[in-house]
């Protein structure tokens, strides 16, 4: 809602030391930092103790609650200050500029001001404006003003004073006037001494009349000047003549620059210049001919880029008089312009206000010395034309405040205080004024007086003038401070205007402009303005006292649709005021109309005309009219109603069926309550349904609806017209059925009545219930023949005689309705009577049913043993009774209906109900008896040998299911037996279905005759009524058991067939032994296994069974055999596999021999025992006859033993192999006893080094001249990782024991790698290979090892960029990355070449480390690392080759490594990122602390393949084993003794997958590694055995944390790893 037009008193906050002065005639000019508030008159005094303005700033800051605060404006350091003043004007001229102009400097004495400032409030600094001159030849007034004597200018040629003469303020002193024009010497003498003394900075002040103190020395020059002057001019001849030259020479040229001016003259100028440098000095500006007169009191207004000034009060110098002149300021050329105007323009005036709208200015009010004003003027700028606007309010008023609004639709202009003259006494009479006045600025201007919604005692502001004003668009208020009363005032005041104003938006209209009650009906709200604001949209409608609100939604600025709120309870259906509100803005003072009317109701409504009606013609277009009707039954005068409309025909589809059409329609809205439906039919019926939306959007059907009208193709001359024949025909025969309706019923109601004469009182009550029933149909039927007639009437057919049978019947109807009442109250007595009557009747006749009821349990057809016979006599006897209840009970349900009681025979009705229920019931058990006796009849006649059991047994079931779909009671005797009958057969099938299973035997029938106690001979003939008489069904698990142990048994005798025969058939299969083709070797095929273990089970199942002791001997003869030949065969597996493996080293190995001699000579006698056991074994061949002899499998045990013997023997051999050559501890027993079997044959063990050599596939081998029955010697090595050959330098001679010649293998291709790395670099630096990019490129191409040229290729980076660190002053850090840089380009071009594979790999190796190196010199570039000792060169990997050693050094922060020399193929190497630097600080820091290192981190993130690309960096072997839950402490030491003794590192993948048992005995055995490395020993014990320690041994593992199924480490073990993440 608008807030309330009245007075706010604000109340100031902040720091009262920023409190502004009471004053009058400052300004307040709104910008967007604040209203800047500037100058005016506060009660401070000059020098000279006269009142003087000030040129105070502030900005007034609003706030909330109704609070205020100054804040004083700090002024830029380089701002100049203008003059102070007041009664000035000031504009807001842009966003950040203020233009100030005129204004009194000086209230005694009197001064004015015509310069002009300009505020920056973006940077808070004035600016001086220096206007331009006007174009040459245009010399403005001021300018020719100036020019003259005093006395010229004060004395017009009729010698009237005029406006701008010399007067001081407070003098009685004027200009006399004498015939030669003199002024008083007085005034001069005063004005001059002020001049001097001001301008030497005198602090006495002068007197402004005749007489006062001024300086002595000045009186007597101007009294010796003036004496001079007299005397010349009374004197004559030459005595005058010398003294006027004298005059003449002694002072310089005047001021209006007139050389021949004569001695009073001259002294006049001299005076007037001495005056007016003192004004100058004064701090007033001197007159500017470019600007207007100097005034104060005027008004400027801003119009397009212009300034227009008009009016005001002053002059040049002392001078005061009002104006009326116009100027225009441009401000882009900063030029004033005085406006000739034509016109009527306003009288010269100050005091006034003004205002800019649309290109034009307005004046109000004023006064100058002669009258005041209350008149309304208009300049129309463009034109140059001044009008009155001949519009006035109240009285004359002046120095008041004028405020101009924007607004919609039109603006307002507010006018506050003032002086005002009341009593019509002048100016010398005017009082103060507070009141506020409006001018809205429509088409036709017009003032206004608002009411003020304030109570009498709540303060205002006091009447006052020259107050300031201003106005807060947010908050619609108006803000006024200060002001003259008597005394300057400083209070801030606030009046909010939103309820005259508006918001920034209007309404204009509302489409459509009604709507029903219910609301919900969608409307667009035009307008203006919409967008201006944002926040919610709330529409209201009003209706005197009485609104509803809706909110809505902008489409655009002009577009508010929204949905019209339910006003039913409310408003109601009136016309309505529309306004809007939009956010916290308040509701617009424009509105617009919207009508409510009430609801179109579907049950009032109705539908008349020929297209309701039969006999229509066909295939022309008809008509019927929709007539809305509201609740109150009232036709409805405006349109907008929705309806659901169907027409549809039947017809036959081309299948023959009739199915509905849909006829198109035409539906007319008349916008007056009617609907005009137009369609077209063909011949036949068609159904029309007229459905109403209603207000809550559901249809609801138009009373009569549907309607089914008819169509012929012979249908009678214009029948589809409203005035045709079959309107008309409706019209008669409607209105004679309503009055036939009327007979019947008015007739009928009337009969006489006689005591206990049942039937025509129940003729009467129908009647009456007929005029019930039809009273809606009568009325619509009224309804519809009135609508027609006035449609008739309307179409031009008289209509008054059925207008007035209408109207009778309607009469009589009403009267009818009446008289039904009436006889409804006299026939009570009688209804009350009889209804008592057959009231007792109906509870008499219950009574009688509940008997019967009662005694039908007690029939026969009740109990089974009744019989099938008895059962149903009794049924169709009592069948007959119920039927002749069952019309006693219709009379009397007749005579209940139309008493209202039908309901109290629901008590008969439900014991009928139950009865015949029962009844039925029982019948459908009976029924269901014979059919069970015609099924299980036919069974018991089927012989034994033609049985189906499972026919049977579907029947039966079938049977069962149908009796349970019996509805009777399950507890009835009757249903017992019949169920039980059919219970036995259910049983008696599946135990049939069993007994003719194959398996019976004899035995098995004689024990079932034993259990039934009765004899039978079972043949295929006998039927199966005999197997009934046996009774079975009192047996039924005795006989299953029976059924089932003669399955089980033929089960068992078809197994014990089925295993002799297939153990006849097995026999062993034989192949020869490879070293003695002679020996064959058995095997049991892996088919019979699985046979073997089938038949194991098959008979181990037949112990369980409880039918075994008629096979039990046979059974347990198989499970011996079968269990023999599983034991004997699997020892002879073992005992052959032992025996295979251990004969090639006892038996053909030399050196084992040599080592084991009593086991070889042990072995030597098994060995004999195992073939005998095999040639046995071939001579038999038969598995079954080999397995199960007698001393077979103790033989076997026997050997078994003395094998594992020998073989426990060799293992202590194999650890002994494993100490001497520690990475043997890397392959499995079977490669081990592979080598150690194959030792003396070095050409058998090549093929083995990939297993214990990383990358070594194999050794070229040369046997001394040419006797392969000698060593070989070994001449070079093939790599398994890429391709390449590396020739040793001299041969290696194979020669010794097989670890011996493996440990010089490491030796020599270490030898071999140091060589030719040594040889590489001293041909790079001596061919100064490194300076030339292609030379360097073939360098590595052609190298011997791919390894050693990637070596010299790191040696020669780190030289590289040491180099640059020690020409760091000469840029030598960035030089050495850009010939990194080109040296890697030329390797990229290098691989456009057609290189092969080995050398094009290892190209790609040298771009991969190349890229890496220039990375990290860019980065040195970049941080301007400049030293080779800063972290960011210490943490990466470098290479050294030191003299002193003659060895490659690898080194990276503080740790030292020497380079491996593992040989490491030509494979590909891992990109190297700065990540991947970072692990290299941690791994290698890790090693340098006797530490492992454990890298964690999801799967896939590179752990182990950085951990292998570091081994490559230092050219150590590195084993990857993948820890799994299987391993166990003992295989994981023999790894670490591996690790230890031969110095490699090993990378356990997935290390956490290790059971907790084991990471236990880990943490004992790596804490025994890292001990001995910290301690440098030579040797160490790790589990049981005295290791040698090589200490470049590293360990890592890997983790993948979090994953499902890994360990936590122990807390010992992750102490003795360094992570890394």
Not at 391 to 417: K, T
Not at 1588 to 1606: A, H, S, V
Request: aromatic share 10%; with cysteine.
């Amino acid at each position: 809602m608008p807030f309330p037009y009245g007075w706010i008193k604000l109340n100031q906050s902040g720091d009262a030391e920023r409190t502004v002065t009471p004053r009058a005639g400052h300004t307040l000019t709104p910008m967007s930092q604040g209203f800047f508030m500037f100058g005016g008159m506060d009660g401070r005094r000059n020098d000279q103790g006269n009142p003087a303005p000030n040129s105070d700033l502030f900005i007034l800051k609003l706030g909330n609650k109704g609070e205020y605060e100054w804040q004083p404006i700090e002024l830029d350091a380089a701002s100049q200050v203008p003059p102070v003043r007041t009664l000035h004007s000031a504009v807001g001229t842009s966003p950040d500029e203020i233009f100030i102009w005129g204004g009194i400097h000086s209230a005694m004495p009197f001064q004015t001001l015509q310069d002009g400032w300009i505020l920056d409030t973006s940077c808070m600094e004035w600016k001086p404006i220096h206007f331009k001159a006007a174009p040459a030849g245009n010399k403005g007034a001021a300018a020719r003003r100036m020019s003259g004597q005093i006395q010229d200018r004060s004395v017009d040629d009729a010698g009237r004073k005029k406006g701008s003469s010399l007067k001081l303020r407070g003098s009685k002193a004027r200009a006399s006037v004498s015939g030669r024009g003199s002024i008083s010497f007085s005034s001069l003498a005063g004005a001059a001494t002020r001049a001097v003394s001001d301008r030497r900075g005198s602090s006495r002040t002068s007197a402004a009349a005749a007489g006062g103190v001024g300086s002595k020395k000045w009186n007597g020059i101007l009294q010796k000047k003036m004496g001079l002057m007299l005397s010349s001019s009374r004197g004559g001849g030459g005595g005058g003549g010398a003294s006027s030259m004298k005059m003449r020479k002694n002072p310089g040229p005047s001021p209006t620059g007139n050389l021949m001016a004569t001695s009073e003259e001259q002294f006049h100028e001299e005076l007037v210049a001495m005056v007016s440098q003192g004004q100058k000095d004064d701090g007033s500006a001197s007159a500017d001919p470019n600007a207007p007169p100097p005034r104060s009191n005027h008004t400027t207004s801003l119009h397009e880029n212009s300034l227009i000034l008009f009016g005001g009060h002053g002059g040049i110098g002392y001078s005061r008089r009002p104006f009326n002149d116009t100027w225009v300021l441009n401000l882009d050329n900063q030029r004033w312009t005085e406006m000739a105007c034509h016109g009527n323009p306003p009288a010269p005036r100050s005091g006034h206000q003004a205002f800019s709208k649309d290109g034009c200015v307005y004046i109000f009010a004023g006064w100058n010395n002669e009258l005041q004003f209350n008149d309304l003027f208009m300049l129309d700028v463009e034109n140059k034309d001044w009008s009155d606007v001949d519009l006035s309010w109240g009285v004359p008023r002046w120095n008041c405040s004028l405020q101009l609004v924007e607004a919609i639709p039109s603006w307002r202009v507010f006018v506050f205080g003032g002086t005002a003259d009341l009593t019509g006494e002048g100016r010398t009479g005017g009082t103060f004024d507070n009141r506020i006045g409006a001018l809205e600025l429509a088409e036709q201007f017009r003032w206004s007086d608002p009411q003020l919604e304030m109570k009498p005692d709540e303060p205002m502001p006091a009447p006052r003038e020259h107050s300031a004003i201003c106005y807060d668009k947010d908050e619609s208020r108006l803000i006024i401070f200060g002001g003259w009363a008597n005394k300057w005032l400083d209070d801030v005041w606030q009046i909010n205007v939103s309820s005259i104003v508006g918001p920034p938006y209007a309404i204009s209209s509302v489409v459509p402009p009604l709507g029903p009650v219910t609301g919900q009906m969608k409307v667009t709200v035009y307008g203006v303005g919409f967008m201006s604001t944002n926040g919610i949209v709330i529409i209201e409608f009003t209706a005197g006292k009485l609104s509803a609100q809706t909110q809505g939604n902008v489409i655009s600025d002009e577009v508010i649709e929204c949905l019209t709120p339910a006003v039913a309870s409310t408003i109601g259906p009136k016309e309505c005021q529309v306004r809007v509100q939009i956010g916290p803005r308040d509701f617009t003072t424009t509105l617009a109309k919207y009508s409510y009317f009430l609801n179109t109701v579907a049950d009032k409504s109705l539908c008349f005309g020929p297209g309701m009606l039969q006999e229509q013609q066909a295939n022309q277009e008809t008509r019927f009219v929709i007539q809305c009707r509201n609740q109150n039954g009232e036709n409805r005068k405006s349109g907008r109603d929705e309806f659901v409309i169907t027409v549809q025909q039947r017809v036959v589809n081309s299948e023959g069926k009739e199915v509905l059409r849909d006829v198109p329609f035409e539906v007319n809205d008349q916008n007056d309550g009617k609907y005009e439906v137009k369609y077209i039919a063909d011949e036949g019926e068609v159904v029309v349904d007229v459905k109403l939306i209603d207000e809550n959007g559901k249809p609801q059907r138009i009373r009569g609806s549907p309607f089914r009208p008819t169509f012929s193709k012979m249908a009678r001359n214009k029948a589809n017209e409203h005035t045709g024949p079959v309107v008309t025909a409706w019209l008669a025969s409607t209105l004679k059925s309503l009055d036939e309706f009327y007979q019947t019923t008015n007739t009928g109601h009337q009969t006489k009545l006689k005591d206990g004469d049942v039937m025509n009182l129940i003729k009467v009550m129908n009647h009456i219930k007929d005029m019930y029933n039809e009273e809606d149909t009568l009325i619509l039927r009224q309804d519809e023949i009135f609508e027609t007639l006035q449609q008739l009437d309307r179409e031009g057919v008289p209509s008054d005689k059925q207008l007035k049978t209408l109207k009778k019947t309607g009469a009589n109807l009403t009267q009818l309705k009446d008289d039904i009442v009436a006889k409804e109250k006299e026939i009570q007595p009688m209804m009350q009577k009889e209804s008592a009557k057959y009231k007792d009747e109906i509870v008499a006749f219950e009574e009688e049913l509940k008997t019967y009821q009662g005694g039908l349990r007690k029939e026969a057809y009740y109990y089974y043993k009744s019989g099938l016979e008895l059962a149903q006599k009794r049924l169709s006897d009592v069948t007959n009774d119920l039927n002749n209840f069952d019309s006693r009970m219709e009379d009397l349900l007749h005579i209940a209906t139309n008493f209202n009681y039908p309901e109290d025979l629901n008590g008969s009705k439900k014991i009928m109900t139950a009865m015949r229920e029962d009844v039925a019931n029982c019948t459908g058990l009976w029924n269901f008896e014979v059919q069970r006796i015609k099924v299980t009849e036919g069974f018991l006649v089927v012989k034994w040998g033609n049985v189906v059991a499972g026919d049977m047994e579907d029947e039966i079931k079938s049977l069962f299911k149908k009796l349970k779909e019996v509805k009777v009671d399950r507890k009835s005797d009757c249903f017992t037996g019949v169920q039980d009958v059919v219970k036995k057969w259910t049983i008696f099938c599946p135990l049939i279905g069993e007994l003719r299973d194959p398996a019976m035997r004899t035995r098995h029938w004689t024990q079932l005759m034993d259990l039934c106690g009765k004899s039978i001979i079972v043949t295929p003939d006998i039927l199966l009524r005999d197997m009934w008489n046996l009774e079975l069904h009192k047996f039924p698990d005795a006989v299953e058991d029976t059924a089932d142990q003669a399955k089980q048994e033929m089960k068992m005798e078809n197994v014990l067939k089925k295993l002799a025969k297939e153990w006849a058939l097995v026999d062993f299969g034989f192949e020869p032994h490879k070293n003695n083709p002679e020996v064959l070797l058995p095997k049991l095929a892996d088919d019979k296994f699985e046979m073997l273990e089938e038949h194991q089970v098959q008979v181990q199942n037949m112990f369980a069974s409880r039918f075994l002791a008629t096979f039990e001997t046979e059974v347990v003869s198989w499970q011996k055999t079968l269990s023999n030949v599983a034991e004997t065969s699997a020892l002879l597996e073992e005992v052959k596999r032992s025996w295979v493996f251990l004969e090639n080293l006892f038996i053909y190995s030399d050196e084992v021999k040599k080592e084991l001699p009593d086991d070889t000579d042990k072995f030597v006698g098994l060995d004999m025992d195992v073939k005998e056991i095999l040639m046995n074994c071939n001579a038999i061949q038969s598995a079954k006859e080999f397995c199960n002899q007698g001393s077979i499998y103790q033989k076997l045990e026997k050997v078994m033993e003395g094998l594992e013997m020998c073989q426990k023997a060799l293992f202590e051999f194999m650890d002994g192999k494993k100490r001497s050559f520690p990475r043997f501890y890397f392959m499995s027993s079977n490669d081990l006893l592979d080598v150690l079997s194959n030792g003396n044959q070095p050409a058998k063990v090549v093929p083995q080094f990939p297993k214990f050599f990383i990358a070594i596939d194999s050794y070229n081998l040369e046997f001394p001249d040419g006797d392969e029955t000698q060593r070989p010697n070994a001449v070079g090595m093939n790599a398994c990782v890429g391709k390449e050959f590396v020739p040793f330098p001299e041969p290696l001679p194979l020669i010794g024991k097989v670890e011996s010649y493996l440990d010089k293998c490491i030796d020599w291709f270490r030898m071999a790698l140091k060589f030719f790395a040594k040889k590489d670099i001293g041909e790079y630096y001596e061919k100064k290979i490194g300076a030339d990019g292609v030379l360097r490129g073939k360098f590595i191409a052609d190298s011997t090892a791919a390894q050693c040229a990637l070596l010299v290729q790191l040696v020669s980076w780190v030289l590289l960029v040491e180099q640059g660190f020690e020409k760091f002053e000469s840029n030598g850090v960035h030089d050495a990355w850009q010939e990194q840089a080109e040296l890697l380009l030329k390797l990229i071009e290098l691989t456009m070449t057609n290189l092969d594979k080995p050398t094009r790999q290892k190209v790609m190796c040298a771009i991969t480390l190349d890229a890496h190196n220039r990375d990290v010199q860019e980065r040195l570039v970049l941080e301007k690392v400049e030293s080779k000792d800063a972290f960011q060169w210490q943490s990466m990997l470098k290479c050294y080759w030191r003299e002193e050693k003659d060895d490659a050094s690898m080194e990276i922060c503080d740790a030292i490594m020497p380079y491996g020399y593992e040989y490491l193929g030509n494979g590909p190497r891992l990109v190297v990122t700065p990540l991947t630097d970072r692990i290299y600080v941690t791994a290698t820091q890790s090693l340098w602390l006797c530490m492992g290192c454990a890298p964690q981190g999801p799967a896939g993130t590179g752990k182990t393949e950085s951990t292998k690309d570091l081994a490559n960096a230092v050219a150590k072997a590195c084993y990857v084993i993948n820890a799994a839950p299987e391993m166990d402490y003992l295989s994981l030491a023999d790894i670490y003794k591996g690790l230890s003794s031969s110095g490699t590192w090993g990378c356990f993948d997935e290390f956490n997958r290790l059971v907790p048992e084991v990471l236990s005995v880990c943490t004992v055995q790596f804490k025994a590694v890292c001990d001995a490395i910290r301690a440098h020993q030579n040797r160490f014990m790790l589990q049981g055995d005295e290791i040698f320690l090589d200490p470049e041994i590293g360990c890592y593992i890997t983790m993948n944390p979090g994953y499902l199924g890994r360990s936590e480490l122990p807390e010992g073990l992750k102490a003795l790893f360094r992570p890394i993440t």
